[in-house]
């Protein structure tokens, strides 16, 4: 166990439904960053909050949507996806202002789009 | 802007043999440099980081990397490689909170 929980570990959805992922931490840490891996891809960062604003939004499609409520929680919420968004999603964490600290991960959502 | 490569898309050792992951970085200024490792399914863990100081950091797990600011390099090593040791290892560069990583190299290891 990291200190960041991720749900569900699985998800199968139809290319029609609507789900969230969800990713928690209590490490205290104030940055929430959401990252894609795909089979033989580098990973890709979609999403960062730092002090529960989004800073970074790397050319993601609109059907993916975060939300950060408050410092220990992100979500990840997903509609109308396609079967090329079939990824493991990685939600990390890390302490800002702070260069050198490093991300702490989850284990990530294995999301699979039928 | 930083950039992370990592030459060897795949490495494959025998076990109880030594193991060295290369890992070359650009970036302007100092740098903050990592290695995770990334077993099947999971997310990915810290294995060491260098910040300053000793070029030589030790890490978890056996693992040690040297810093070497001439080559641009950050090579990932362990004396002797376990089964366990099977996985994705990852190096990456930091620019003020933002990672950057470098694709990874898959590790297998040979009984």
């Known amino acids: 166990e990291t200190g960041v929980t991720q749900t569900p570990r699985h998800l199968v959805m139809g290319m029609t439904n609507k789900k969230s992922l969800k990713c928690e931490q209590h490490?205290?840490?104030?940055?929430m960053y959401w990252y894609k891996q795909s089979a033989k891809k580098p990973l890709e960062l979609m999403f960062v909050?730092?002090?529960?604003?989004?800073?970074e939004n790397n050319s993601v499609p609109s059907r993916f949507s975060p939300e950060c409520p408050n410092s220990s929680h992100l979500f990840l919420h997903l509609h109308t996806l396609q079967p090329e968004d079939s990824a493991l999603y990685l939600c990390?964490?890390?302490?800002?202002?702070?260069?050198?600290?490093?991300?702490?991960f989850g284990s990530g959502t294995r999301l699979t789009v039928v | 802007a930083q950039s992370v490569t990592q030459p060897d898309i795949h490495i494959t050792v025998s076990e109880g043999a030594s193991l060295e992951l290369r890992c070359n970085y650009s970036?302007?200024?100092?740098?903050?440099l990592f290695w995770y490792v990334q077993s099947p399914g999971q997310g990915l863990q810290l294995l060491l980081k260098?910040?300053?100081?000793?070029?030589l950091v030790q890490g978890i797990k056996g693992f040690e990397a040297e810093f070497k600011r001439s080559q641009s390099s950050f090579n990932l090593r362990k004396p002797s490689v376990h089964w366990s040791d099977a996985a994705e290892y990852f190096c990456?560069?930091?620019?003020?909170?933002?990672?950057?990583f470098g694709g990874g190299t898959r590790l297998m290891v040979k009984p």
């Open positions: 990390a964490s890390s302490l800002v202002p702070s260069e050198g600290y490093g991300y702490t």
């Open positions: 490490l205290g840490h104030n940055a």
């Open positions: 909050y730092s002090l529960e604003e989004r800073v």
């Open positions: 970036y302007g200024a100092t740098p903050y």
């Open positions: 260098y910040f300053s100081g000793d070029t």
């Open positions: 990456a560069v930091a620019s003020g909170n933002m990672l950057t």
